[in-house]
């Protein structure tokens, strides 16, 4: 698969790892504050990213989470150019491909390997636009810079560095051991070529006092001829949306305490979560305590909510949740008095029935659902995708968010109500989204980002506050805060990182 060098005139630095999670795309959004500190125009680009962690762009096309993230780092509004490639898994039926944010088929992974040359020229083109408009690229690759059968059809990694003649650092995670095999072993898998336009490491999540890691510093840099430009010590108080699901699923922390002073909130830990950044909020909020929760018998009657999130594959956990005793757990928690809410692929899961006549994510035709919403879904061929505001038809606070889905969900009988009015724009006549029952303790909505807004949370807690006879709070508009750390993350880098040798060889 050939990919002709780039005629563009940005300068371009790429961030390449020794496996997945090792921290890239924390180090490019770090790396696009910096630059935009020191006044250069700088965008974010990773060609392929493999993610359920979603996110609407101003075109109405979706990209991944991380670029967003590195985007807003770099003072700009995210466009579908900076990730042109988005691999959405769905379990074991493969993956769907959106190509400049729009969905192009569903493809399993053989069928992905042997098409990926047609993509190409849509990478190709989307780094062009980018590099036209600025200064520099930060470029993110994907998984292992050298998985050796893989490099053949590679579009995210060392060909595309060459292709937009990047200056390129590998990244390490000491943290999971192994950093020497990680660093050297991965120096020793490069071309002539990748070697060439390889100007040094990171080394990420450090823990303990580095001086002890001096001499390991040394040996690297003897064994490869290369700097390490840094020793990044792990952090645990700067709030970044994390990338995608693999935070979450392989997250082995102890649950947070429960207690009749906050309010308690447990969100389902579904096998293909997808938009889990719709619970980052409640960071925000002081006395709220937020748990994810991947066994039933986790689950108890002192959460004061229950939150089933988006899925990638609503069929299939929908299967899951029956077979682990998931299901029967959410009727009895709504049963007892709690509260229960579903976004977007949780929404599916609270109604009655799923069908999917036309396979878009598995190969049955039709599931039950947990039944507390009487509603019914049908997975259509074409997949909505836009950005809207509105108001909720209970508590008349603004909201505003996104909405990616396949589903169409509508009422199957009277009970319960609209939960949502939702509008492009003002100037349409909007549409309603969702359904609530008239308990007013189970809903379910299509909206991503609800709890972003406000207003609605701030209704939302302080009715469980005044439950429990806790004193009500003001909800900020705290999703902004995420710019100062950004800031905070820069510093981070800048304090354990020579950023001004990393970036000599761009001449800036």
């Not at 991944?64 to 959405?88: I, Y």
């Not at 039944?371 to 061929?381: D, F, I, N, S």
């Amino acid at each position: 698969m050939k990919m002709n060098q780039s005629n563009s005139m940005a300068k371009a630095i790429m961030f390449l790892g020794t496996g997945s999670d090792v921290g890239k795309s924390i180090v490019a959004a770090a790396m696009c504050r910096i630059l935009r500190r020191r006044g250069y125009r700088v965008a974010p680009f990773k060609a392929q990213n493999m993610s359920n962690n979603s996110y609407v762009t101003l075109e109405g096309g979706e990209i991944g989470r991380a670029q967003v993230v590195q985007a807003e780092a770099a003072g700009l509004v995210p466009t579908v150019h900076m990730n042109p490639v988005l691999l959405k898994p769905s379990g074991g039926q493969g993956a769907q491909v959106v190509v400049q944010g729009k969905v192009l088929c569903h493809m399993d992974a053989m069928e992905y390997h042997n098409r990926k040359s047609m993509l190409v020229k849509a990478v190709k083109e989307s780094y062009d636009i980018l590099s036209r408009e600025h200064d520099v690229i930060v470029m993110e690759g994907a998984g292992s810079c050298c998985e050796m059968n893989l490099k053949k059809n590679d579009i995210v990694n060392y060909r595309m560095a060459i292709l937009a003649n990047a200056s390129c650092v590998i990244i390490g995670d000491i943290d999971r051991g192994g950093i020497f095999a990680q660093l050297i072993g991965t120096h020793c898998l490069l071309s002539g070529k990748e070697r060439e336009i390889t100007s040094g490491f990171i080394i990420n999540k450090f823990r303990g006092d580095k001086r002890l890691f001096d001499s390991g510093v040394t040996y690297i840099e003897e064994k490869t001829s290369l700097p390490v430009f840094g020793v990044v010590p792990f952090y645990n108080d700067i709030r970044i949306d994390p990338e995608d699901s693999v935070s979450v699923q392989k997250d082995r922390r102890a649950l947070k305490p429960t207690g009749k002073d906050t309010v308690n909130i447990a969100v389902i830990k579904l096998p293909a979560i997808s938009n889990f950044t719709d619970l980052e909020i409640f960071e925000s909020e002081p006395d709220v305590v937020v748990n994810f929760l991947f066994h039933p018998d986790e689950m108890s009657m002192s959460y004061d909510c229950l939150i089933i999130p988006g899925t990638k594959n609503a069929m299939e956990d929908a299967l899951w949740m029956q077979q682990t005793k998931w299901s029967d757990k959410v009727r009895e928690f709504y049963l007892k008095g709690g509260r229960v809410i579903g976004i977007c692929g949780g929404y599916q899961l609270l109604g009655r029935v799923i069908h999917d006549r036309l396979g878009v994510e598995s190969a049955r035709k039709e599931v039950e659902g947990i039944g507390l919403l009487p509603v019914a879904t049908e997975l259509a061929g074409d997949k909505v995708v836009r950005k809207v505001t509105g108001v909720c038809l209970v508590n008349e606070k603004d909201v505003e968010g996104y909405e990616i889905h396949m589903g169409r969900t509508q009422p199957v009988c009277d009970k319960g109500m609209p939960f949502l009015r939702l509008y492009t724009s003002r100037r349409d006549n909007g549409w309603n989204d969702g359904w609530i029952m008239e308990d007013l303790r189970v809903a379910g909505t299509y909206l991503h980002g609800l709890f972003d807004s406000p207003g609605f949370r701030e209704a939302f807690l302080n009715r469980i506050r005044e439950e429990k006879g806790l004193q009500m709070r003001h909800s900020e508009g705290e999703r902004a805060a995420r710019f100062r750390e950004y800031d905070r993350l820069a510093d981070h880098f800048e304090a354990h990182c020579d950023i001004d040798r990393m970036i000599y060889g761009l001449h800036l």
